[in-house]
């Protein structure tokens, strides 16, 4: 069997570097709708343009990439990079290819569960818990 596919809690961690959301408060998947951006152009990840962007190829040529994770034994699922990848794929309800790193062995506690909260509002950095349907890769 190459995948098993399900729906899992994974937590991921937004920052001012990798979210518009968490400079603007909004999202730019809200935002924009029809575009063109050059694929030659290289974007930020905090740029109004990567997410709209980035789930234009989510649909068509990226959208069997795996993205790599580590069980968690609070029963999470953490998303060691790739963080806009799994938002916009709850966000839009896609299926998201995860890979299991075997390397890593499995963490306590995720960040979310094991991580301080925040007092500060708008430093908060973003650490979320997910809904994702996903479909794990053996590779």
């Known amino acids: 069997m190459d995948a098993v596919k399900g729906t899992v809690e994974a937590t991921i961690q937004l920052t001012k570097a990798n979210c518009y959301?968490?400079?603007?408060?909004?999202?730019?998947?809200?935002?924009?709708?029809?575009?063109?951006?050059?694929?030659?152009?290289?974007?930020?990840?905090?740029?109004?343009?990567?997410?709209?962007?980035?789930?234009?190829?989510?649909?068509?040529?990226?959208?069997?990439?795996?993205?790599?994770?580590?069980p968690c034994n609070c029963g999470h699922v953490q998303i060691l990079g790739s963080h806009p990848r799994a938002c916009i794929a709850e966000r839009k309800n896609l299926v998201l290819a995860v890979k299991i790193e075997d390397d890593k062995d499995e963490k306590p506690l995720c960040a979310v569960c094991g991580g301080q909260t925040s007092l500060h509002g708008k430093e908060a950095t973003g650490k979320r818990i997910l809904s994702l349907t996903v479909r794990a890769v053996k590779k």
Do not use: T, W
Request: glycine fraction near 2%.
């Open 21 to 70: 959301y968490m400079n603007h408060g909004v999202c730019s998947l809200s935002l924009i709708d029809d575009f063109f951006v050059s694929s030659a152009d290289r974007l930020p990840q905090n740029d109004i343009m990567y997410c709209p962007r980035l789930y234009k190829q989510m649909l068509s040529k990226e959208k069997d990439k795996p993205v790599p994770a580590v």
